[in-house]
């Protein structure tokens, strides 16, 4: 539990977080881009970002895919946040992400979150995510169609990365999206814990920095 309460908050740069990126949209070998609760099998390419979203039947074996209601579901939003999957029957539901350049690397991660009154209860849960051992987020929806996510940057001691929801008994666990991306490892290469996002800001300029990668 150490690593993740000791985390450090940090602000990434607009332009730094491009540098960082190894390999650019064409060259997806260091992206893990997952649209959970599509059926097996399927992705597709975000027509907005230009990356190829998979399915997540393939990262756990758990869970029941779903989609937001209609009337939460309008023209501009960003298709990962349609479909999700939900843990009605699991205390502890994890993913198992295995990327191709392995530990000792560091990757920027985030998981997303739309509820959408996806069960028509229209009760609005809170849960922990964690990764691995280490509580990394707590996630409080608020309201039905806002959209939540939590960032972090992460230096792999092993070749898999386990990301798991836990339910607190405020309403069941789901996940709509996660996404990760590798690091130039020399801009992080002293990293020796996480580190949050605390947000984006471009320094000097009056460009609006892209909240999706």
């Given at each position: 539990?150490?690593?993740?309460?000791?985390?450090?908050?940090?602000?990434?740069?607009?332009?730094?977080?491009?540098?960082?990126?190894?390999?650019?949209?064409?060259?997806?070998?260091?992206?893990?881009?997952?649209?959970?609760?599509?059926?097996?099998?399927?992705?597709?390419?975000?027509?907005?970002?230009?990356?190829?979203?998979?399915?997540?039947?393939?990262?756990?074996e758990s869970g029941v895919s779903g989609e937001i209601l209609p009337e939460y579901n309008?023209?501009?939003?960003?298709?990962?946040?349609?479909?999700?999957?939900?843990?009605?029957?699991n205390t502890r539901s994890c993913y198992t992400l295995r990327p191709k350049q392995g530990?000792?690397?560091?990757?920027?991660?985030?998981?997303?979150?739309?509820?959408?009154?996806?069960?028509?209860?229209?009760?609005?849960?809170?849960?922990?995510?964690?990764?691995?051992?280490?509580?990394?987020?707590?996630?409080?929806?608020?309201?039905?169609?806002?959209?939540?996510?939590?960032?972090?940057?992460?230096?792999?001691?092993?070749?898999?990365?386990?990301?798991?929801?836990?339910?607190?008994?405020?309403?069941?666990?789901?996940?709509?999206?996660?996404?990760?991306?590798?690091?130039?490892?020399?801009?992080?290469?002293?990293?020796?814990?996480?580190?949050?996002?605390?947000?984006?800001?471009?320094?000097?300029?009056?460009?609006?920095?892209?909240?999706?990668?």
């Amino acid at each position: 539990m150490k690593m993740l309460r000791s985390l450090y908050t940090v602000c990434i740069l607009h332009v730094a977080l491009t540098l960082a990126i190894v390999h650019a949209q064409d060259d997806q070998s260091g992206f893990i881009s997952i649209d959970c609760g599509i059926p097996e099998g399927s992705k597709y390419t975000n027509k907005k970002t230009g990356l190829i979203y998979v399915s997540d039947a393939g990262f756990i074996e758990s869970g029941v895919s779903g989609e937001i209601l209609p009337e939460y579901n309008y023209g501009t939003i960003d298709l990962p946040y349609t479909t999700h999957r939900s843990f009605p029957q699991n205390t502890r539901s994890c993913y198992t992400l295995r990327p191709k350049q392995g530990k000792n690397n560091s990757y920027l991660i985030r998981v997303r979150f739309m509820y959408g009154n996806y069960d028509s209860k229209d009760q609005l849960p809170q849960f922990d995510v964690y990764l691995g051992a280490d509580i990394w987020c707590t996630v409080g929806i608020s309201d039905s169609s806002a959209k939540y996510y939590c960032e972090l940057i992460h230096r792999a001691s092993s070749d898999y990365i386990h990301i798991c929801l836990v339910n607190t008994g405020h309403g069941n666990a789901f996940i709509s999206a996660i996404e990760l991306r590798l690091l130039d490892i020399t801009q992080y290469e002293t990293l020796s814990t996480s580190l949050f996002t605390d947000k984006r800001a471009s320094f000097g300029s009056n460009e609006q920095v892209r909240s999706d990668m």
